[in-house]
């Protein structure tokens, strides 16, 4: 650590107001990262920042006078407010989400009720001349952000999403796209880790900050290129993905951990982990615009086995970035509706489940304000047909639908599956809306596929 964030990082610490159980500030390239209890407050740059309420994945915050509601960045960019760029990296009632102990220490980093990443919105959250996005870009390589694949995605009461899984489907069996050194550092460790014969993890210790260490999962330990102990520098190669057919993404995460910790909990857990969301999309686009994905043409399947289908479930709440979702609100902390199947995707065929009451096997059960949900793909304006499967295998169902305010059927099932067959809808708000109708407060409704297509002005009728 240079004298410069030495001395920045005493006087910011002085100014901090929290109680004594707070850990310190945490700096990463220009943004810093503070705990805050309901109440508190912290002075960044001549604005007092105040934590003022954690409303399940939202937390409210009064940055000098203003107040704004922010969302837990699980895959969501920072926001300026008063001169100040923020975004809350994890907070309380998202972390409470999972029960299981073990998993627990994935969210060590938050020692208050929440954790705000504050930075100057005239400088990069990362040096672009030092930080390099951890994938070559070399063979074509597109990040999808698809949902299982950002921070403290729950994926089920013992587990929630430790880092960030970056979807490499297309390159399964070969060498191609290649992880690379985000900065300059020490390889600090290299484990076998036993999910398969070649997987293998990677520890990077950063050189800019020596507290803090990188970790890749899923790589293929004969791709490996560095050894423990070796010096490398930011865009170097490290090794590949590829190898055993199951694995199509690098589980990736930055850690803060204590150094007086186990050497088996330092470098076999996910503990400390800093939320990087917002980092490594300035990384790979180059700044922190909203770029928002439209769907023309989609053949969603709901559920199923995230890691065959390049992590995407179509679970998730809302969001611009990938251009499709659940309207949840603040209303549902998990951040997606239910599924078939809780364990990750074993049953084949499933479906998203939808009731008035979900995620009642977990310490945070939540209720739908309205008895209906409504999923919506971003799409040009324009005329479209429709095709939407519902049901579900494993449950009887009942639904009414809705495609774009047509009713596209009324469906009471019994284990079993049906298609509306072909709907044709005209999209004005560029949002493609399905509308889920509930019987009561009982009966679940079920979302198996979608399908959708823009046709042309001659062929609609």
């Given at each position: 650590m240079n004298k410069l964030t030495y001395y920045f990082l005493i006087l910011v610490s002085l100014s901090c107001h929290c109680q004594e159980n707070c850990q310190q500030p945490i700096m990463w390239g220009n943004a810093?990262?503070?705990?805050?209890?309901?109440?508190?407050?912290?002075?960044?740059?001549?604005?007092?920042?105040?934590?003022?309420?954690?409303?399940?994945?939202?937390?409210i915050v009064d940055v000098g006078g203003r107040r704004v509601k922010l969302m837990v960045a699980r895959r969501s960019l920072?926001?300026?407010?008063?001169?100040?760029?923020?975004?809350?990296?994890?907070?309380?009632?998202?972390?409470n989400l999972t029960d299981n102990e073990n998993n627990k220490g994935v969210h060590a980093a938050?020692?208050?009720?929440?954790?705000l990443c504050l930075s100057d919105p005239a400088k990069p959250l990362l040096d672009p001349v030092k930080f390099v996005f951890p994938i070559s870009r070399d063979n074509g390589f597109t990040w999808t952000m698809a949902e299982n694949s950002h921070m403290f995605a729950y994926l089920r009461p013992v587990r929630a999403h430790e880092g960030i899984d970056i979807d490499l489907s297309d390159a399964r069996g070969w060498k191609k796209h290649a992880l690379l050194a985000p900065e300059d550092g020490i390889i600090k460790e290299i484990l076998y880790t036993g999910h398969s014969d070649v997987e293998s993890r990677i520890f990077i210790q950063s050189a800019s900050h020596p507290e803090l260490t990188y970790t890749y999962s899923h790589v293929n330990r004969y791709s490996i290129l560095v050894k423990k102990g070796e010096r490398v520098h930011s865009g170097q190669p490290v090794g590949y993905i590829w190898g055993d057919g199951r694995w199509g993404h690098l589980h990736f995460a930055l850690r803060?951990?204590?150094?007086?910790?186990?050497?088996k909990v330092i470098y076999g857990g996910f503990n400390y982990l800093l939320n990087i969301f917002p980092q490594m999309y300035e990384l790979y686009h180059g700044d922190l615009e909203?770029?928002?994905?439209?769907?023309?043409?989609?053949?969603?399947?709901?559920?199923?086995?995230?890691?065959?289908?390049?992590?995407?479930?179509?679970?998730?709440?809302?969001?611009?970035?990938?251009?499709?979702?659940?309207?949840?609100d603040d209303w549902c902390t998990h951040g997606r509706v239910e599924t078939s199947c809780?364990?990750?995707?074993?049953?084949?065929?499933?479906?998203?489940?939808?009731?008035?009451?979900?995620?009642?096997?977990?310490?945070?059960?939540?209720?739908?304000?309205?008895?209906y949900f409504d999923f919506e793909v971003v799409v040009s304006n324009g005329k479209y047909i429709v095709n939407v499967r519902v049901g579900d295998m494993y449950t009887g169902t009942w639904q009414r639908l809705e495609i774009e305010g047509l009713d596209a059927g009324t469906f009471e099932l019994d284990h079993s599956l049906r298609s509306t067959g072909e709907k044709r809808v005209e999209v004005n708000d560029g949002h493609l809306t399905v509308r889920?109708?509930?019987?009561?407060?009982?009966?679940?409704?079920?979302?198996?596929?979608?399908?959708f297509s823009i046709t042309g002005k001659n062929n609609y009728k």
């Open positions: 810093l990262y503070v705990n805050l209890s309901i109440g508190e407050s912290y002075v960044f740059m001549d604005r007092e920042i105040t934590l003022v309420e954690n409303k399940n994945n939202f937390s920072p926001e300026v407010v008063n001169g100040i760029r923020i975004f809350i990296a994890d907070n309380r009632p998202v972390a938050l020692s208050a009720d929440a954790l803060n951990y204590d150094y007086n910790e186990n050497e909203p770029r928002r994905k439209t769907w023309n043409v989609g053949s969603f399947r709901f559920a199923g086995n995230y890691w065959i289908y390049g992590n995407r479930q179509h679970l998730d709440f809302f969001d611009p970035l990938v251009g499709y979702g659940w309207q949840l809780t364990d990750e995707g074993i049953l084949p065929d499933q479906s998203a489940r939808l009731s008035k009451i979900m995620h009642s096997n977990t310490t945070q059960p939540v209720t739908n304000p309205d008895n889920i109708h509930l019987l009561d407060a009982f009966t679940p409704a079920g979302l198996n596929e979608l399908h």
